[in-house]
């Protein structure tokens, strides 16, 4: 009778044995089985909600940082804006003077001929040919104000352009920041790969249009391999994370791959309307003889998972 006590009680502490390991889980841990797997899961999610909230933090300053940005490009643009104000200002007074200048010579060009003249009414040559030499003189000295004033002109049209010019690309740079794209044009490459870590150094920075954040594709014989983010753009070079899920199995990306800005399929275009009324087709069946498709038929739902599985 003891031994079958013993028997008994041996059994029993085995089952509480066997039931206590499956509650604690296995060694190591495996997430949602058994309470280490419970507690190995709450850790990864804890992690992972740590990990949101360091990003979310980390978007929200970059944010601050293109709107002050933003605020200091505007006020540059109202300044060159006033330059440009004030150069049109001084184009037209120096226009002015221009023309005033030229009605000069025109009257001392008739003034000269009017000398001329004089000379064959009066025979007086000596006195003639001496104030026609200075209104000469006059005529050359007024053509030589003239050339300088139009030489200055021409440089401050010459400045005027520039200042549109960085107008432009200011306004440009701005869109594809505000826009969060980088420059449509943009053509780089792959200077160096760290693929431990999963990103790439490329071979231009704001230099070449790129924005921080923005997504770029990454070309090989004409074909996309693979997309990166921009994470950090520098004056001449920039940083990016590679996308996994863009690189096809078994591919990776390469020193000397060619870089763009990511493309934009258009939107597809809206058929053309039919004409109303149309005249039937003899051959034509009727809108009752024409069946509706066949409704696809609904996807099982997938079963619950066994948390503890």
Request: aromatic share 4%.
């Amino acid at each position: 009778m003891a031994n079958i006590f013993a028997i008994l009680t041996a059994v029993v502490l085995a089952i509480a044995a066997f039931l206590a390991f499956q509650n604690k889980g296995r060694n190591p841990a495996e997430e949602g089985r058994g309470y280490s797997g419970w507690t190995l899961q709450r850790e990864n999610e804890e992690r992972k909600l740590k990990s949101t909230t360091n990003q979310l933090a980390t978007l929200r300053g970059t944010l601050d940082d293109t709107e002050s940005e933003l605020a200091g490009v505007n006020t540059d643009n109202e300044g060159l804006q006033v330059a440009v104000d004030a150069q049109l200002k001084t184009n037209e007074q120096l226009a002015a003077e221009v023309k005033s200048m030229e009605d000069d010579a025109k009257a001392k060009a008739e003034e000269v001929a009017e000398k001329e003249k004089s000379i064959e009414e009066f025979g007086d040559v000596d006195q003639v040919l001496a104030e026609l030499t200075q209104l000469q003189r006059d005529l050359g000295q007024i053509e030589l104000d003239i050339a300088q004033r139009e030489a200055q002109q021409a440089d401050l049209e010459s400045q005027r352009a520039g200042v549109d010019r960085s107008l432009a690309d200011v306004r440009k740079r701005i869109n594809w920041r505000v826009s969060g794209k980088s420059d449509p044009t943009l053509s780089t490459g792959v200077r160096s790969i760290y693929p431990t870590v999963g990103f790439v150094i490329l071979s231009g920075g704001d230099n070449l249009g790129i924005v921080k954040n923005s997504i770029l594709e990454v070309l090989r014989d004409g074909d996309v391999v693979a997309k990166l983010q921009v994470t950090t753009v520098e004056s001449r070079s920039s940083a990016a994370d590679i996308i996994p899920s863009s690189v096809a199995q078994g591919d990776s990306v390469r020193v000397g791959d060619r870089v763009r800005a990511e493309q934009i399929a258009p939107a597809p275009q809206p058929a053309a309307a039919s004409v109303a009324n149309p005249a039937p087709s003899i051959n034509a069946e009727p809108a009752d003889a024409i069946e509706d498709p066949p409704a696809p038929e609904p996807e099982p739902e997938a079963a619950d998972a066994d948390p503890f599985d």
